[in-house]
């Protein structure tokens, strides 16, 4: 379906799942940036918002969190339909000081490393 032209709406300015990742796989997709590819550009504020835009017609495309989508009630997204879903991107990073060995103990930020992957196993 191509969606040129129509309105969209993202969630926060800064927000990964709601904004940045969504307008980045349209930029490559498209090779225009959201605001020259669609007629107009709202930031809703939130997910669910960005899904209410769109149920009540003052959206025509949104961009929400999958897992927000999956968690609203069936009633929010009766009237919608799924098109396109992103390729899967890390979207929460863990960051540590590099001086972690130096302040608690050699081999902490290795031991770290492991435990957070385990985690994800």
Do not use: C
């Not at 007629?39 to 899904?51: A, D, F, I, K, N």
């Not at 969190?65 to 992103?86: G, I, M, N, R, S």
Request: charged content about 25%.
């Amino acid at each position: 379906m191509d969606t040129r032209g129509l309105r969209i709406s993202f969630g926060m300015q800064h927000s990964l799942s709601g904004r940045l990742m969504p307008a980045s796989f349209i930029l490559q997709q498209t090779g225009e940036p959201p605001a020259e590819f669609y007629s107009e550009v709202v930031l809703s504020g939130s997910h669910t918002r960005t899904l209410a835009l769109v149920n009540a017609g003052a959206s025509d495309v949104g961009a929400i969190d999958q897992h927000a989508y999956d968690a609203a009630a069936p009633e929010a997204k009766a009237e919608t339909l799924v098109l396109w879903k992103t390729p899967g991107f890390a979207n929460h990073g863990f960051t540590v000081r590099p001086d972690l060995d130096k302040v608690f103990r050699r081999g902490f930020r290795d031991d770290l490393e492991e435990v957070l992957i385990e985690l994800l196993d």
